[in-house]
Structures are given as structure tokens and as C-alpha cells.
Nanobody, 117 residues
Framework: QVQLVESGGGLVQPGGSLRLSCAAS????????MGWYRQAPGNQRELVAD???????NYGDFVKGRFTISRDDAKNTVYLQMNSLKPEDTAVYFC???????????WGQGTQVTVSS
């Protein structure tokens, strides 16, 4: 059974930082492109960042150098370090796993990030 379990969300003041983690099980982690997406109320889900099994990264335009995605294949975990957070970063953040051979996608349950003073 595939499980993607996110953690690390919460309430943070503008300008603050959070580190999200997503622990994967039930999948061959090294054969998956891992990503973070977010969805704010009334908005479509959008890509925040993703990372290939080789470590190549891709970011949404709004990130502008504030976030860093990384992965630890030994721990089957992907991380999202978020700095200089803004109120508009408030959203539910979802972990995504895309099989590079199977093409199957799996999603985590999401973790809420709220940026507010």
C-alpha cells in the first residue's frame, strides 16, 4: 500500500521559515519523481517544486529562490525548505510521487501552511 505522509506544516509569521517532510512507503522511491504542490481555497492545485531521481529540480515561478526541495533516498523522504514566507504562501501543501516507469501518481493527504501575523 502506497503511503505519502507529510509533516512540518503549521502557522508561521511573514518572513519566517518552515521545513516540510514527506515520508514515502510502498513505492520504489528511487524510481519516482517527487514533488510538492499546493492549493489555496478557491485556487487550482499548483506545482511548488519537484525533484528527479537524479536530483534535478524544478520550481514554480512564484518561489523565486525562497524554497529548496531535496530528497534523501536512504530515508525515502523528500523535503521542502521554505524561507521568507509570505501570506500568499498560505495553502495546503501536498506531496506527490510520479513513477518514472509506471507513470502512476500518488498523493499525500496534505499539510496546512498558514502565514500570518
Amino acid at each position: 500500500q502506497v503511503q505519502l505522509v507529510e509533516s512540518g506544516g503549521g502557522l508561521v509569521q511573514p518572513g519566517g521559515s518552515l521545513r516540510l517532510s514527506c515520508a514515502a512507503s510502498g513505492i520504489p522511491f528511487r524510481l519516482h519523481r517527487m514533488g510538492w504542490y499546493r492549493q489555496a481555497p478557491g485556487n487550482q492545485r499548483e506545482l511548488v517544486a519537484d525533484i528527479t531521481s537524479g536530483g534535478s529540480t524544478n520550481y514554480g515561478d512564484f518561489v523565486k529562490g525562497r524554497f529548496t526541495i531535496s530528497r534523501d533516498d536512504a530515508k525515502n523522504t523528500v523535503y521542502l525548505q521554505m524561507n521568507s514566507l509570505k501570506p500568499e504562501d498560505t495553502a495546503v501543501y501536498f506531496c506527490n510521487a510520479l513513477g518514472i516507469i509506471s507513470g502512476r501518481q500518488n498523493w499525500g493527504q496534505g499539510t496546512q501552511v498558514t502565514v500570518s501575523s
